[in-house]
């Protein structure tokens, strides 16, 4: 059975392991700090690449930022990681074969192919964390738009320039529905700028918690239905750490009875946390 | 060459003509008001078909409704025409070959064929008129979702439920960006129950009405900045009657500005008022 070495790059953790074609996790996962220079990057992907390339067939990436799958560069911003990253020349860090994904794009695969999402067609996933990732899968292929940067889950809740979104625009899916979301509507439902996501989650017996949680997965439940109105998938699916606070069932309930397209589940990821080395791996290796 | 007869099928009118594989309209084009009841319009379509099927090559309907290619079948409400019409069965019309295709859906594929976004393999198209219909090209193929349903452009503009959607639901993209939501944006900043789109358009120089234009337009401009980041399109078309009132160049300009994916074209249609009959001609000749 063919292997990938799956190497995971975020913008304060790099992950890598070795994962066969069944998405199943051969060795144990190290952990590095992202380093500070596009530098000491490159040193630590040649390091980790030196010692397993002999072991495996494919190198796979799942990286912060959009990939343009034609020639492995990275597309526009990569978050908080060294300004310098997106020009890694990927390809000629091995001399077996390079494969780069987005980290969310790829995630999303790994749901379709060993998770949730297993054996439907149609799927776009949401990954609820500090931000939110998206991931879409159309006709059992990833979607990646005309250059490789599709999936990108900024679509306005509002229209009035409320709040301010990471990407520069206003008032997107993600500044709503992240954790950094949660923790904005807390303040503006609390009047407590220093209110954190920890406090509303932990009191969430307290009335002022409910409506913050409420409000915060409302909005979650708008942009579902937008969703399921464009791409009438057979399922969104819901991972991330912060999707351990949503209610699942009340999601696709509602959600289902606003739609005008036809029924789709909301179902939780079940690829786990490596999903995204998963799904790099799986793609790099060729498995449907 | 071969040849359609195409039919498009509205709430209001009927249209016929038939039409060649390069989309050129062939015949006069007939037109009808919609029949009130599922007998009346059935008994259009025969009277139709039994006069012009031994002419052409295939029956192509572009019709009001999502329509599951697999049976021909219409999906879902189809607004105001008569209340069976979904259960229409298209297939026992002709002993021809019968094809239908949703409308919005059609035109998309007009445009893609031989409109405004004609060479580009990934497109939406938006048009603004009493309501909004969609149409999604992907990969040069009409986007169609798990069911047939797709392309709906009821996404979330507000999340307050501040305006009731003819879908059932509130705050949806259609509910701003349409003719309709143009008049209750104007209701709204005027305080006027009574206002028209007519009297919003033909005063446009008035600051009040200009500021009203401005607000719908800008509700279409967040739309399409949603659908960029989604879809990372080749371009966004613009069509119907309310396409004649925004600034085409001001929405490319701007909503460039604020996306995350990569830089996209919005351009108006321009395959003409029966882009759906050219479109479901060219869909049901097979012409790409």
Not at 26 to 50: D, G, M, Q, W, Y
Not at 79 to 106: Q, R, T
Not at 258 to 268: H, Q
């Amino acid at each position: 059975m063919k292997k990938a070495l799956a190497i995971d790059v975020g913008g304060t953790k790099i992950y890598n392991t070795i994962i066969n074609e069944k998405g199943e996790i051969l060795t144990e996962v190290e952990k590095h700090h992202t380093p500070k220079t596009f530098n000491e990057i490159r040193a630590l992907f040649e390091e980790i690449i030196s010692k397993y390339e002999n072991e495996v067939d494919v190198i796979a990436f799942a990286t912060c930022g959009a990939v343009n799958n034609e020639n492995n560069k990275i597309l526009g911003s990569t978050g908080n990681i060294a300004a310098g990253y997106p020009e890694m020349d990927f390809n000629s860090l091995s001399k077996k074969p390079v494969f780069v994904e987005n980290d969310a794009n790829a995630a999303a695969w790994a749901e379709h192919v060993i998770g949730s999402s297993k054996g439907m067609p149609y799927s776009v996933m949401l990954t609820l964390g500090t931000g939110v990732g998206g991931g879409i899968i159309l006709d059992n292929k990833l979607y990646k738009g005309k250059n490789g940067a599709a999936g990108e889950m900024h679509f306005k809740m509002r229209t009035d320039k409320h709040r301010k979104c990471t990407c520069g625009s206003y008032d997107c899916f993600e500044a709503y529905a992240s954790g950094t979301g949660l923790k904005k509507t807390a303040e503006e439902i609390s009047g407590d700028p220093d209110i954190t996501t920890y406090d509303v989650i932990e009191n969430n017996d307290r009335p002022m918690m409910k409506k913050i949680l409420e409000k915060w997965q409302n909005d979650i439940l708008e942009g579902i239905i937008g969703l399921a109105n464009i791409f009438d998938p057979d399922c969104i699916v819901l991972s991330g750490s912060m999707a351990e606070f949503v209610d699942i069932d009340y999601l696709e309930k509602q959600a289902n009875k606003e739609i005008v397209t036809t029924p789709f589940r909301v179902v939780k990821a079940s690829a786990g946390n490596y999903s995204g080395m998963i799904g790099a791996a799986l793609l790099a290796l060729g498995v449907k």
